[in-house]
Structures are given as structure tokens and as C-alpha cells.
């Protein structure tokens, strides 16, 4: 028995080992997936997203924890730190002060951030709501990171009518345009300094919204958002093409030329 034990420790042993040493092979970038929300189905749309549409260019790493508002911690979340992008779809999440920082250096060091829908208020509670002890909140996330103004958002019912804000970025190459979504109509005027719209929503009798930006960071990193991101969005032949192209321009894959 104590032999079959140490043989069973050697060959986990050597298992991790030739999973690290195929990691350290894998020329594809890491992007990780961090995932809790508990509206949109994130969890299950955005991993098939990934298979789908990443796989050639990514090594994929999802990173989640309880999708209900509040506290609770993710797993895996040591997989942040050496990310070459970070994919937010969080929604009102206050994780361990420890973990929260984890995801403070990222965003320090300048690397990009990709976040769709509910990133915008990822760990923001609402109203006067504090953090558990010992778990933290970063309600200027959405200025400083995303580069936006998110107020809340207009009832559910009208259909948003999506035109491009401009023609010459990379971002909205091979991009079917105009296109519609039923998605929740988000405030988020006026955008940040830094911050360049890509694709404007209009919905009847309210102002129009940027409904995609990318954002110049003042860490120096860039970030890409889109306030899209509903299931129904994940079945647009639109939408694919405009996350698809917003992660690999994040990663660096497609520019300006």
C-alpha cells in the first residue's frame, strides 16, 4: 500500500511537470477569463466563445467565483499575474482584499483588459453598500480601467440600432454594419479622457450611448469594452467579429496598419 502511495505521488508529480513544461511550450498568448455574474450566463457563453473563435490564437484560462453580487473568492486566481490578456465579466464582486490586488497589479503594469456588459460595474456595490471585512471594493474600476460613466441602464423592450462612431479602426474590420442587439440599454456617457467610441446605440427617444470604446489608460495599458454581451449577442455574427477583433487587438495581434 505505502508503495503503490509513492508511485501514485511520483506519477502526479510527473503529470504537473509535463503540464507546466507544455505550458512553457504553448506559443499561443494565456488570456484569462474572469468570470461572476450571474445575469448573462457569462460562465457558459464566453468558454464556448473562446473554443469557437480563440483557440488558434490563445491559451485559454478561466478563473471564476459564486456569479451572485457580493463577496466571495475566485479560484485559481495566481492565473491573473502572468496573463497576457485579462477578460473581465464580473458583476458587483467584492473578492478577498488579497485577491482584488492581485487584479490592482495587473492593471498596474500596464497590461490589457478586455471587458464586456457588467465589467463596467465589476466591483462596485451599489449605494452605500461596504465590503465584508476583509473583502474589497474598487468603485473607480469603471473610470479608471474601462474608461467609462456607467449610471445604469434603460428598460428592458426597445431594440438597440448600432452604427459605427468610425471607419478606420482595426477593431471594426470585417464588421457587419449597422446590426441590432435587445440588450439592456446601457448609460454611460460622458466617456473618459483617453477613451475613443467605436460603435454608438440608439434606442427611441433617448440620447445615444457608445456601445463600444477602446480606452488609453493613465498606467499606460489599454483597455477594450463593450457594453454588449447577452446571450443573444453571443448568436450575432456582429458581436463575434467585435469581441473576436477587440481581444486580439488587446494582445497586440491587430493594429492600426
Not at 44 to 52: D, G, I, R, W, Y
Not at 174 to 203: C, E, H, M, R
Request: one cysteine or more.
Amino acid at each position: 500500500m505505502k508503495l503503490r502511495s509513492i508511485l501514485g505521488g511520483l506519477a502526479f508529480f510527473f503529470a504537473a511537470a509535463l503540464a507546466l513544461a507544455a505550458d512553457a511550450q504553448d506559443p499561443r498568448k494565456k488570456l484569462v477569463m474572469l468570470i461572476a455574474e450571474p445575469e448573462y450566463d457569462t460562465a457558459k457563453s464566453l468558454p464556448e466563445f473562446a473554443a469557437t473563435f480563440l483557440a488558434k490564437e490563445f491559451r485559454i484560462v478561466v478563473v471564476s467565483a459564486s456569479p451572485e453580487p457580493g463577496g466571495g473568492a475566485f479560484d485559481r486566481m495566481s492565473e491573473v499575474t502572468d496573463a497576457d490578456v485579462l477578460l473581465i465579466s464580473v458583476r458587483r464582486h467584492t473578492p478577498p482584499t488579497t485577491q482584488l490586488e492581485v487584479i490592482r497589479s495587473y492593471v498596474a503594469a500596464g497590461k490589457p483588459v478586455v471587458g464586456i456588459r457588467t465589467a463596467c460595474h465589476a466591483f462596485s456595490l451599489t449605494g452605500s453598500k461596504k465590503p465584508e471585512p476583509g473583502f474589497a471594493d474598487w468603485p473607480e474600476w469603471d473610470a479608471q480601467v474601462i474608461g467609462g460613466h456607467y449610471t445604469g441602464h434603460h428598460g428592458h423592450g426597445p431594440i438597440t440600432h448600432i452604427t459605427p462612431a468610425t471607419r478606420d479602426d482595426p477593431i471594426l474590420r470585417n464588421l457587419t454594419l449597422p446590426f441590432d442587439s435587445a440588450a439592456w440599454f446601457y448609460k454611460v456617457s460622458p466617456l473618459q479622457a483617453g477613451a475613443k467610441p467605436l460603435l454608438i446605440g440608439a434606442i427611441p427617444d433617448q440620447p445615444t450611448e457608445p456601445i463600444a470604446w477602446t480606452f488609453a489608460r493613465s498606467d499606460g495599458g489599454k483597455t477594450f469594452f463593450t457594453s454588449l454581451g447577452t446571450p443573444e449577442d453571443f448568436k450575432s455574427a456582429s458581436f463575434q467579429r467585435l469581441l473576436r477583433n477587440g481581444i486580439l487587438w488587446a494582445a497586440g495581434a491587430i493594429t492600426d496598419r
